[in-house]
C-alpha cells in the first residue's frame, strides 16, 4: 500500500520546496500547491509531485483546490501550511486590502483546507496539520503589522483546530527566524540581523524540516507553538 500523502502549500521555493524534496526522496507522496510557475515545479513533477496551481487570493480557485484533492485522495497524512506573503503595510496598495491578503494566505484559506479535508486526514489517522508561523506573531512588528496581525490569528487557529479535532489528529505550528537570508539581502542587512540571533547564524532549511519531523513523529504534542528562533527572544 502507498503511503498517504502530504500536502503542502507554496512549494515553488525555499521552505516548501525543500520540504516536498525531502518527502518525495523519502518515497512520501507529495501534493503541492503554487501560485507562480517556477523551473523548480518542473523538478518536483518529474519526481512525482502532484501539483495544484492555486491563488490564495481568488476564493474560486481554493474551492477548485478543495474539490480536487477531495475527489482524488480518501487519506492524507499530513497538511503543511507555508505558503505566505509578507506584504508591508505603506505598500502600493490600499490599507485594507494590505491586510484582507494577509488574512487570506495565512488565515482563511489554511481554515478553509482544515476544515475540508479534516475527514481525509481523519482517516489516515495518526496525521498531521503543521503551520508554518513567524516569530513576530509573538511581538508584532512596526513595518510589518497586517503581516504580524494575521500570524497571531494563525497561531489562535492552531490551538482551535488541535481542541477540534483530538485525537485523531495533531494540530500545531512552526514559528521561525532567521532561516534563510534572501540571495538579495546585503551584507549591511546581514550582519544586522544576526546581532539579533543568540547563534548568530542562520537556522538552515535542515533545522525545519527536522521540527517537522519532530511533529509528525510526536504522539503526544498538539496545540503548540513551536518556536525556532536561534535565541532571538533573548537578545
Same mark, same amino acid.
Given at each position: 500500500? =502507498?503511503?498517504?500523502?502530504?500536502?503542502?502549500?507554496?512549494?515553488?521555493?525555499?521552505?516548501?520546496?525543500?520540504? *516536498?524534496?525531502?518527502?518525495?526522496?523519502?518515497?512520501?507522496?507529495?501534493?503541492?500547491?503554487?501560485? !507562480?510557475?517556477?523551473?523548480?515545479?518542473?523538478?518536483?513533477?518529474?519526481?512525482?509531485?502532484?501539483?495544484? /496551481? /492555486?491563488?490564495?487570493?481568488?476564493?474560486?480557485?481554493?474551492?477548485?483546490?478543495?474539490?480536487?484533492?477531495?475527489?482524488?485522495?480518501?487519506?492524507?497524512?499530513?497538511?503543511?501550511?507555508?505558503? =505566505?506573503?509578507?506584504?508591508?503595510?505603506?505598500?502600493?496598495?490600499?490599507?485594507?486590502?494590505?491586510? &484582507?491578503?494577509?488574512?487570506?494566505?495565512?488565515?482563511?484559506?489554511?481554515?478553509?483546507?482544515?476544515?475540508?479535508?479534516?475527514?481525509?486526514?481523519?482517516?489516515? =489517522?495518526?496525521?498531521?496539520?503543521?503551520?508554518?508561523?513567524?516569530?513576530? =506573531?509573538?511581538?508584532?512588528?512596526?513595518?510589518?503589522?497586517?503581516?504580524?496581525?494575521?500570524?497571531?490569528?494563525?497561531?489562535?487557529?492552531?490551538?482551535?483546530?488541535?481542541?477540534?479535532? *483530538?485525537?485523531?489528529?495533531?494540530?500545531?505550528?512552526?514559528?521561525?527566524?532567521?532561516?534563510?537570508? &534572501?540571495?538579495?539581502?546585503?551584507?549591511?542587512?546581514?550582519?544586522? !540581523?544576526?546581532?539579533?540571533?543568540?547563534?548568530?547564524?542562520?537556522?538552515?532549511?535542515?533545522?525545519?524540516?527536522?521540527?517537522?519531523?519532530?511533529?509528525?513523529?510526536?504522539?503526544?504534542?498538539?496545540?503548540?507553538?513551536?518556536?525556532?528562533?536561534?535565541?532571538?527572544?533573548?537578545?
Amino acid at each position: 500500500m =502507498s503511503p498517504d500523502p502530504v500536502l503542502i502549500t507554496g512549494v515553488g521555493q525555499r521552505i516548501g520546496l525543500h520540504l *516536498a524534496r525531502t518527502f518525495l526522496e523519502r518515497g512520501r507522496p507529495v501534493i503541492g500547491t503554487y501560485r !507562480t510557475p517556477r523551473a523548480t515545479l518542473e523538478d518536483l513533477a518529474a519526481r512525482g509531485a502532484e501539483l495544484h /496551481c /492555486c491563488d490564495f487570493y481568488e476564493p474560486g480557485q481554493v474551492e477548485e483546490l478543495i474539490g480536487a484533492v477531495l475527489a482524488t485522495h480518501s487519506r492524507l497524512r499530513a497538511v503543511i501550511h507555508n505558503a =505566505s506573503d509578507w506584504l508591508p503595510d505603506g505598500a502600493a496598495l490600499p490599507a485594507e486590502e494590505v491586510m &484582507r491578503r494577509m488574512m487570506a494566505v495565512h488565515v482563511s484559506v489554511p481554515y478553509r483546507l482544515n476544515l475540508a479535508l479534516a475527514p481525509l486526514l481523519k482517516a489516515g =489517522s495518526p496525521s498531521d496539520i503543521i503551520h508554518f508561523g513567524d516569530y513576530v =506573531s509573538g511581538r508584532g512588528s512596526r513595518k510589518h503589522i497586517a503581516y504580524a496581525a494575521s500570524k497571531a490569528a494563525q497561531d489562535n487557529l492552531t490551538r482551535s483546530f488541535a481542541a477540534l479535532l *483530538a485525537p485523531e489528529v495533531k494540530v500545531n505550528s512552526i514559528a521561525p527566524a532567521l532561516i534563510l537570508f &534572501r540571495d538579495d539581502d546585503s551584507d549591511a542587512y546581514r550582519e544586522k !540581523t544576526l546581532r539579533k540571533n543568540l547563534l548568530a547564524r542562520e537556522g538552515g532549511l535542515d533545522e525545519l524540516q527536522h521540527q517537522v519531523d519532530y511533529l509528525l513523529g510526536s504522539r503526544y504534542v498538539t496545540g503548540r507553538v513551536v518556536h525556532v528562533d536561534g535565541g532571538r527572544h533573548l537578545v
